[in-house]
């Protein structure tokens, strides 16, 4: 195995520093909306479109995730078959490689599987608000998401030589 070089070790380090700033920034911002409230104040009445309601409103206001609020919880988007919360155990996974100084290929390759994963955060379309009977909508995806997609870039960016074509041993002592 060959030892890392200092550009490798740098674009390691730096992949350390996204990650661990992706995890305080916010990763998702989502819309303030209104909802039904639940009936808790009495039996419910039909509105003027027919549908039974408690003849009230609520409006959620702009909320966000931190990177470690999506850290904490995106592992359950499996169940809506999203899976990129997933890429964190292959972004996990391509660090220890590269720190080990492990085949750089497999560094290279579980960094951009994890960051085609992370592509999937596009599908992201809400989670369940302060009760169970509204969704919170996503805006948009927040800066955090965006460096979160760079570690697993610098990762990969930093195995860039196991690309290179290699050189023969006997083209050297010639």
């Known amino acids: 195995m060959k030892r890392q070089s ?5 674009f390691i380090a730096l992949a350390a520093v996204a990650y ?3 995890l305080a920034l916010p990763a998702v911002v989502y819309k303030e909306h ?3 409230a639940p009936c808790l104040d009495g039996p419910p009445v039909r509105d003027a479109q027919g549908a039974w309601s408690c003849g ?3 409006t959620e206001p702009v909320t966000t995730d931190s ?5 904490a919880s995106g592992w359950l988007g499996m169940l809506e078959l999203n899976f990129a919360w997933w890429a964190n155990i292959l972004g996990f996974g391509a660090f220890v490689v590269a720190v ?3 085949p750089q290929r497999v560094t290279s390759v579980l960094a951009l599987t994890g960051f085609a994963f992370g592509l999937q955060s596009f599908q992201y379309d809400g989670r369940p608000g302060a009760g169970t009977w509204h969704t919170l909508p996503v805006d948009h995806l927040a800066i955090g998401f965006y460096v979160w997609e760079g570690f697993f ?8 030589r196991a690309w290179l074509p290699q050189q023969p041993a006997d083209a050297e002592s010639a």
């Not at 200092?6 to 740098?10: D, F, G, K």
């Not at 870039?153 to 860039?160: D, E, K, R």
């Open 100 to 102: 080990a100084a492990g």
């Open 153 to 160: 870039l610098l990762l990969a960016a930093s195995q860039w």
């Open 6 to 10: 200092r550009i490798a070790w740098l």
């Open 67 to 71: 990177g470690l609020d999506m850290l």
């Open 34 to 36: 209104e909802y039904k």
């Open 56 to 58: 009230h409103t609520r």
């Open 20 to 22: 661990c700033a992706c």
